[in-house]
């Protein structure tokens, strides 16, 4: 029957995952994740888990997230607080280092290079997007978590994003829905459980696509994108840039592009020209990025970025973005 198939398959497809590649715990840590609902899911402030990946036999990483008191991941403490302002770091997997250390990050590292005149909030979690910036900017909850004054805004995109954004990512079915408006800003209609249907396969809220290999195979809405999508991926970074200009007189909004050559990848550059957001694409920052070269990302298996190349990507970070910005910028007390 068909039924009797589509399990073979499923235990086919979880044998050949076991085979390859294993994470310990095979979730995210529950011990530093809460669900929220204005982002969808969050971190818990202090929280932290342990996490271990494997291919092959061989050991990916091993490392601990530990999160700070705002839930954002640990940067570093300061004595006090920052007296030239704060960076905001916003993104997914790669600006909150999947895999690394706590001070491996981008983030932390490049807080250490400025010697405590900036606090750099790591405002980034594993499968995030643009979405979940912008939610935590126009609820005003930034306001909330950050004691100096905003002086520069990062955001670290990827190709994925424009899916996620769309709702077209399993993990993240509760996260905020925006809309891109004829004006080019976007707008929140609510979360993705609320105003999308169900995707075949994945009647409810967590979803079968939630874990069913097979279900999310046979789900195409969790994995196409269309040009609208990567219009909806351009009005909410360019709405984010907005907010943060709004909200923080002087802040500079920057994007670290991984210009991979993905199906999105083009439409996005196109994107970002277009709404005259500056851009540093990963190409010009790595050598030898986009010939594969082995020591930017952790493992053969894994494309999350390597320890090597956040220091190398925190150096540029502070010395072509926030440096300049600083002396660009008007001197702003802490908050």
Same mark, same amino acid.
């Given at each position: 029957?068909?039924?009797?198939? %589509?399990? =073979?398959? $499923?235990?086919?497809?979880?044998?050949?995952?076991?085979?390859?590649?294993?994470?310990?715990?095979?979730?995210?840590?529950?011990?530093?994740?809460?669900?929220?609902?204005?982002?969808?899911?969050?971190?818990?402030?202090?929280?932290?888990?342990?996490?271990?990946?494997?291919?092959?036999?061989?050991?990916?990483?091993?490392?601990?997230?530990?999160?700070?008191?705002?839930?954002?991941?640990? &940067?570093?403490?300061?004595?006090?607080?920052?007296?030239?302002?704060?960076?905001?770091?916003?993104?997914?997997?790669?600006?909150? /280092?999947?895999?690394?250390?706590?001070?491996?990050?981008?983030?932390?590292?490049?807080?250490?290079?400025?010697?405590?005149?900036?606090?750099?909030?790591?405002?980034?979690?594993?499968?995030?997007?643009?979405?979940?910036?912008?939610?935590?900017?126009?609820?005003? #909850?930034?306001?909330?978590?950050? *004691? $100096?004054?905003?002086?520069?805004? %990062?955001?670290?995109? =990827?190709?994925?994003?424009?899916?996620?954004?769309?709702?077209?990512?399993?993990?993240? *079915?509760?996260?905020?829905?925006?809309?891109?408006?004829?004006?080019?800003?976007? &707008?929140?209609? /609510?979360?993705?459980?609320?105003?999308?249907?169900?995707?075949?396969?994945?009647?409810?809220?967590?979803?079968? &696509?939630? =874990?069913?290999?097979?279900?999310? $195979?046979?789900?195409?809405?969790?994995? #196409?994108?269309?040009?609208?999508?990567?219009?909806?991926?351009?009005?909410?970074?360019?709405?984010?840039?907005?907010?943060? $200009?709004?909200?923080?007189?002087?802040?500079?909004?920057?994007?670290?592009?991984?210009?991979?050559?993905? /199906?999105?990848?083009?439409?996005? %550059?196109?994107?970002?020209?277009?709404?005259?957001?500056?851009?540093?694409?990963?190409? *010009?920052?790595?050598?030898?990025? %986009?010939?594969?070269?082995?020591?930017?990302?952790?493992?053969?298996?894994?494309?999350?970025?390597?320890?090597?190349?956040?220091?190398?990507?925190?150096?540029?970070?502070?010395?072509? =973005?926030?440096?300049?910005?600083?002396?660009?910028?008007?001197?702003?007390?802490? *908050?």
């Amino acid at each position: 029957t068909f039924h009797a198939v %589509l399990c =073979i398959a $499923e235990i086919a497809a979880r044998g050949r995952q076991l085979v390859h590649a294993a994470r310990r715990p095979s979730d995210y840590n529950t011990s530093y994740y809460a669900d929220y609902d204005v982002l969808g899911y969050t971190t818990l402030p202090g929280g932290s888990g342990s996490v271990e990946k494997w291919y092959d036999g061989e050991l990916v990483y091993s490392t601990t997230y530990t999160m700070d008191e705002v839930g954002g991941r640990r &940067t570093g403490a300061l004595p006090r607080p920052a007296p030239e302002g704060a960076v905001l770091c916003f993104g997914g997997s790669y600006m909150f /280092g999947e895999g690394l250390a706590d001070d491996e990050t981008v983030p932390h590292r490049a807080q250490e290079a400025m010697k405590g005149t900036l606090r750099f909030y790591n405002l980034s979690l594993h499968g995030w997007g643009p979405h979940h910036m912008l939610a935590r900017l126009d609820t005003g #909850r930034v306001e909330e978590e950050v *004691r $100096e004054t905003p002086r520069v805004a %990062l955001y670290w995109a =990827i190709p994925d994003h424009a899916a996620r954004a769309a709702g077209k990512r399993y993990w993240d *079915r509760n996260g905020p829905h925006y809309a891109a408006a004829a004006t080019g800003r976007a &707008t929140r209609l /609510g979360s993705f459980v609320e105003t999308l249907d169900p995707p075949p396969l994945d009647p409810t809220p967590r979803g079968l &696509t939630k =874990i069913s290999w097979v279900a999310r $195979e046979l789900t195409p809405t969790t994995r #196409r994108v269309v040009p609208g999508d990567v219009a909806r991926w351009g009005a909410l970074v360019a709405t984010a840039r907005d907010e943060v $200009e709004s909200r923080f007189p002087g802040c500079a909004f920057h994007v670290l592009f991984e210009d991979r050559p993905m /199906g999105e990848t083009e439409g996005m %550059l196109a994107e970002l020209e277009e709404h005259g957001v500056r851009t540093h694409l990963m190409s *010009r920052i790595l050598p030898g990025f %986009l010939d594969g070269d082995p020591r930017w990302t952790i493992h053969p298996s894994d494309v999350h970025p390597s320890a090597a190349a956040t220091e190398r990507i925190a150096d540029y970070v502070v010395e072509s =973005i926030v440096e300049p910005a600083l002396a660009a910028g008007i001197e702003s007390p802490p *908050r």
